[in-house]
């Protein structure tokens, strides 16, 4: 069982919300103790997620949690926007896809960066992906 110790919620409507969401992130992780190692995968996962969220789902927002378990702490982020959706989520998270102009490396990065990720997106409803990684 998880429980929510804390909980704190950004906006993502600009390119300085995506820089907020990058601090913010950096000083939760500092706070809970992870190493430097894990606090810069967070970190750059966290971007990601948050870009996607500005670009594609035309803005959100990041739910940035606290969380225990049994027998660790963790930090979960969710993000989330009422954009246009993901119709292939498989084909979203396959390294190389992209839409835009991008690498389409980001939510298949941020995947690998987590240990928790959940992807789940309606078309015309919009998107939201969880991510956590426990101490
Ligand atoms: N929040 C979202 N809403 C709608 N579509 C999304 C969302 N996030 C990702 N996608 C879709 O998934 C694709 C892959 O995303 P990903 O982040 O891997 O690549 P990218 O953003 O295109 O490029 P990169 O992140 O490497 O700059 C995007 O091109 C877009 O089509
Ligand atoms: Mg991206």
Redo the contacts with the bound molecule.
């Keep these: 069982m998880v429980t929510v110790e804390t909980t704190e919620n950004v906006p993502i409507a600009t390119d300085d919300d995506i820089v907020r969401v990058r601090q913010r992130v950096r000083d939760a992780a500092v706070g809970l103790g992870f190493s430097l190692v894990d606090q810069t995968k967070l970190v750059t996962a966290a971007s990601?997620l948050a870009?996607?969220?500005l670009?594609?789902?035309l803005g959100g927002s990041m739910r940035l949690e606290t969380v225990l378990n049994d027998r660790r702490r963790g930090l979960r982020l969710t993000?989330e926007?009422q954009?246009?959706?993901?119709a292939d989520t498989t084909l979203?998270?396959t390294d190389g896809?992209?839409?835009?102009n991008?690498?389409?490396?980001?939510?298949?990065?941020a995947r690998r960066l987590s240990q928790d990720f959940e992807l789940s997106?309606k078309p015309g409803e919009g998107?939201r992906?969880t991510m956590a990684r426990w101490k």
């Design positions: 990601e870009r996607n969220t670009v594609y789902g993000f926007d954009g246009p959706g993901i979203a998270l896809y992209t839409t835009g991008g690498l389409g490396l980001g939510l298949s990065g997106s998107t992906v």
